[in-house]
Structures are given as C-alpha cells and as structure tokens.
C-alpha cells in the first residue's frame, strides 16, 4: 500500500527528456550597458563616448555579455565626431584671427565721427579774395630756437591745389599731402623750413590721447615752446568765420589723417604742427594745411599704441620718435 507524503511534501517528478533533446530554451544574454551608453555619448559628447565604448569592451572579455558591435560603432562614432570638431575649432580659431588682423589693418582715413552734414564737422572752403596775396612772417620777441631763415613774403601761389611731401623718422614714414589751395602760406613756411631742414633730427615732443588724439612736432628744443623767431596769420578753417563770430569757439572735428598747426593764439603760428590719427574736437582756430596718406597713418597709429611716457593722456610718447628729415616735392 502506498502511503502519500505528508501534506505539503508533494514533489512532482521532473519531466525527463529523451537523449539530444534540448533540456528547454536557452536565456539570451544581456546588452552591456556601457555599449550602449558608448553609442549614444558619441553623438551627444564625442569624448565621453569614447570613453565608455573603451570601457565596454574591456567588460565584454570577461562578462561574455552581447554589445561589441554596439561599443565598436560607437568608438568610431565618438573618434569621428572628436576630430571634426577640433578641425571646426581651429577653422574658428584662425578665421577669427584674419578677421581680427583685417579689423587691424583696415585704412580708417574715412572714419568720421561726425555724420555727414553735421554741423560738427569743418566748415566748407570758400576761398577768401586774398587767398596767398600777401604772406607775412613778422619776427617774434623770442629768438629761434634753431637759425631759420623765414619764408618769401607776398604773394605765394596757390597752384597747384595740392603738393606731395613727407616725414622721414625713426619709426616710419609719413607721407603727406598739402593744402596749397586752402594754406597757401601756411604750405610755403613748411616746405622753407624743410628745405632748411630746421625739422631733421628733432623729436616729436607731445602726443595726446583720448578726445584729442594727435602727435606734435616741429619744436626743435623739444620743450613746447620752441619756434623758428617769427610768426604768422591763421588760414582755414579760421578764415572761414568772422573774427567776431562766437561759433569760432565751438568745436568742430578734425577728422583722423589731418595735418595742423600747433599755436599759442591766434596769428601766433610758427614751426609746430601736429598729426590727427583720430578724430579730435578742437575749435576752428588751428590752421589745416594737409593730410597724411595710408601709410603715414599706420605709423602714427604704431607710435600712439605706445600711449604717453607717464601713462597719462597728454605729454611725452613712450615710443620716442625722431624726425630724421622732411620734404616738399
């Protein structure tokens, strides 16, 4: 007589199977994460793709795990995507340089301040009737810093309407183009000092940053004070006002690349000038008797960089400059 087992203690026989018949379905084998992770940081972040495919096919020689063609194509993913983007930063990086270097060495002789028809700007040249008639250049009670003789008196010509001459320093050339039609004797006591040359060797003593942003020159003592013994009358823009006329105060620009001279009031010119490298407001009382040319303006913007010798905005410049020699074709 078979007796059951106890409640609770009941085994149900195993199936048996016959010999070559599989014992049941075989688990598939999971998907290794880091593969995974792998592909998709390639995509988002090449590095760290990389990163993980290295990782996951170390774990996939030991854990036997599926995933190795996902860690694969995700190095490959990843190392691509990494060199397309350092190939896009220094695209960027050496673009960004030409733009900066183009920036740099774009000519600004055109860059105004004022907006055309401002009434900021320098008044229109209206030729007076006794343009160039009668030029004079009365002794001063100072002596001359350096012998000069003055420039002829009378009339001076005011044909042609330009003249081409030039500074030679030691920082570079500067080429200038005088305004004969608009200075007349302005231009004829600089192409006689030149000739003389009351300018060779002589330092440009003052440079001035900021709103005003100009370079003088043409005091051979170098102090500021210094002249040729003798003086004359202001020409444009001061001759386009009436002495009377309170608008002679108010300043006006004088545009970057504009050649003046320096004086103590006016009728008090001599041998100073300076050179405008940007645009400066100053009153209509100092005479414009040219420009300086692209080249010129490059020099000058060189020296300005230099900045003033004390750091300040007005006084000697760091970057000493000597005028080596000057001439008027």
């Keep these: 007589m078979t ?14 199977y016959p010999v070559g018949y599989p014992a049941g379905p075989a688990p598939h084998a999971r998907t290794n994460a880091m593969a ?3 592909l ?13 495919g290295h990782i996951s096919l170390s774990q ?20 691509v995507m990494t060199a397309l983007t350092v190939v896009a930063v220094t695209l960027a990086v050496v673009f960004a340089f030409i733009v900066v270097q183009a920036a740099e060495n774009m000519p600004r002789q055109d860059r105004y301040t004022a907006t055309p028809g401002s009434d900021r700007q320098l008044p229109v040249f209206a030729p007076p009737r006794n343009l160039g008639a009668n030029c004079q250049y009365p002794a001063t009670a100072e002596p001359a810093t350096r012998p000069a003789a003055p420039p002829r008196t009378g009339a001076v010509p005011t044909e042609p309407a330009t003249v081409e001459a030039g500074i030679v320093t030691d920082r570079g050339s500067i080429g200038l183009m005088l305004a004969n039609g608009k200075a007349p004797c ?4 600089f192409a006689s000092l030149a000739a ?34 003798y003086r004359f009358p202001n020409e444009y823009p001061t001759n386009q006002y009436r002495l009377s006329d309170p608008e002679v105060e108010r300043p006006v620009v004088y545009p970057r690349g504009t050649v003046a001279m320096a004086n103590a009031g006016p009728g008090t010119n001599g041998s100073q000038f300076f050179l405008v490298y940007e ?11 040219g420009t300086v040319d692209r080249t010129g303006l490059a020099t000058l913007d060189t020296i300005a960089a ?15 400059v000597t005028i080596k020699s000057a001439i008027v074709s």
């Design 60 to 79: 996939l020689k030991r854990s036997g795990e599926q995933g190795h063609g996902i860690a694969i194509a995700g190095l490959i993913i990843g190392y």
């Design 279 to 289: 645009d400066s407001l100053l009153p209509p009382t100092y005479t414009v008797f």
């Design 3 to 16: 007796v059951p087992p106890p409640y609770g203690g009941f085994r149900p026989e195993q199936p048996t």
């Design 186 to 189: 302005t231009v004829n006591n």
């Design 306 to 320: 230099g900045g003033v010798v004390d750091g300040s905005n007005d006084g000697q410049p760091a970057t000493p």
């Design 36 to 38: 995974v992770a792998s």
């Design 40 to 52: 998709v940081c390639a995509v988002l972040f090449a590095p760290l793709g990389i990163l993980f």
């Design 196 to 229: 003389q040359g009351f300018f060779d060797g002589t330092r440009c003593h003052r440079l001035t940053t900021g709103d005003l942003a100009t370079l003088q020159c043409g005091d051979p003592s170098g102090s500021g004070t210094g002249g040729p013994g």
